[in-house]
């Protein structure tokens, strides 16, 4: 089945270092790929998307690019804030089935000042 | 204001207590599931419903269930908990056709005792 595997966490950075999350997919299709974004006490929020192949997601300083020849969707900002501390989940929904999100372990990240 | 309201946020109770949490929202959504999210796991799908009276299992189903009698409610239902229900559960909900938009409730960290 489908799946999504993230670097091991947690990660902890100082504040304006250069931030990579690392996800990899397995999947049959052509699917869909997302960040959220889970602040402490809160729900998911969707950081990111990209929906094809090459595709760039981007949102409040993040990217990640849809890599369909490595099966990648990496996480990056280039200077990271003490505001960005939060557990990053990678996720992925089939197209053809589209009835639920496959997420990945989760990452959480700490920024110090 | 958009939102996926989740109540109660908290609950501790026993094993075999019946016990129900109930998710609301206000956007006229079609489809509505339940995750539940452990440490190392991510979230894994629980149930989902396409629409009225219209519920499937999703990836770990067993122990749950689920209604769907109104489109805005979509309560989740432990008949008889055990210990190892002991989670952090989301229900998020989106338009049909919006694959890429799913909103996220607030969370209900649920312990069995």
């Known amino acids: 089945g489908d799946s999504v595997t993230q670097m091991e966490g947690p990660v902890t950075l100082s504040e304006e270092a250069f931030l990579t999350i690392n996800c990899t997919y397995t999947?049959?299709?052509?699917?869909?790929l997302f960040w959220y974004v889970q602040y402490p006490g809160e729900g998911l929020q969707l950081l990111l998307k990209?929906?094809?192949?090459?595709d760039k997601g981007s949102n409040k300083g993040f990217e990640a690019t849809y890599r369909k020849e490595t099966t990648s969707f990496h996480l990056e900002k280039g200077s990271v804030q003490v505001s960005d501390s939060a557990v990053y989940f990678c996720?992925?929904?089939?197209?053809?089935?589209?009835?639920?999100?496959?997420f990945g372990q989760g990452t959480r990240l700490t920024i110090n000042p | 204001e958009a939102q996926v309201t989740q109540n109660p946020r908290y609950l501790i109770t026993v094993t075999g207590k019946k016990l129900t949490v109930t998710c609301s929202q206000n956007?006229?959504?079609?489809?509505m599931s339940w995750y539940r999210q452990d440490p190392g796991l991510g979230l894994r799908q629980i149930y989902y419903?396409?629409?009225?009276?219209?519920?499937d299992k999703g990836d770990v189903p067993e122990g749950y269930k689920v209604s769907r009698k109104e489109k805005r409610n979509f309560p989740l239902i432990l008949e008889s908990p055990s210990p190892n229900q002991t989670s952090l559960y989301f229900c998020?909900?989106?338009?049909?056709?919006?694959?890429?938009?799913?909103?996220f409730g607030p969370g209900t960290r649920l312990t069995v005792t």
């Open positions: 998020a909900s989106r338009a049909g056709d919006r694959i890429h938009e799913q909103y």
């Open positions: 999947a049959t299709g052509y699917p869909s």
């Open positions: 990209a929906t094809k192949a090459d």
């Open positions: 996720a992925l929904s089939d197209p053809q089935g589209a009835q639920k999100l496959v």
């Open positions: 956007m006229n959504h079609e489809y």
């Open positions: 419903s396409m629409n009225v009276e219209v519920t």
